[in-house]
């Protein structure tokens, strides 16, 4: 039995994570695999309760960033 790949991405949405995704895809394109991805914040804080008092603008383009990603994954 062939075991799947399960591959990782951790995405801040920078040139360099965009990289990270593109090259994930072109290598599991011909073999059975699942791709992860993980949104990596990069709002500082030096108390991260605070992180819970996000606004609604930041959370939503979080959102849409992500619902981006995963429709080039279709």
């Given at each position: ?47 991260f309760r605070k992180l819970d008092a996000m606004n609604?603008?930041?959370i939503d383009r979080m ?12």
């Amino acid at each position: 039995m062939i075991k799947k790949l399960k591959i990782l991405v951790p995405l801040d949405f920078t040139p360099k994570s965009e990289a990270a995704l593109e090259f994930a895809l072109t290598y599991t394109q011909n073999v059975a695999s699942d791709i992860y991805l993980f949104h990596v914040l990069t709002e500082r804080t030096q108390d991260f309760r605070k992180l819970d008092a996000m606004n609604g603008e930041t959370i939503d383009r979080m959102k849409q960033q992500m619902l981006n990603v995963t429709e080039r994954l279709k």
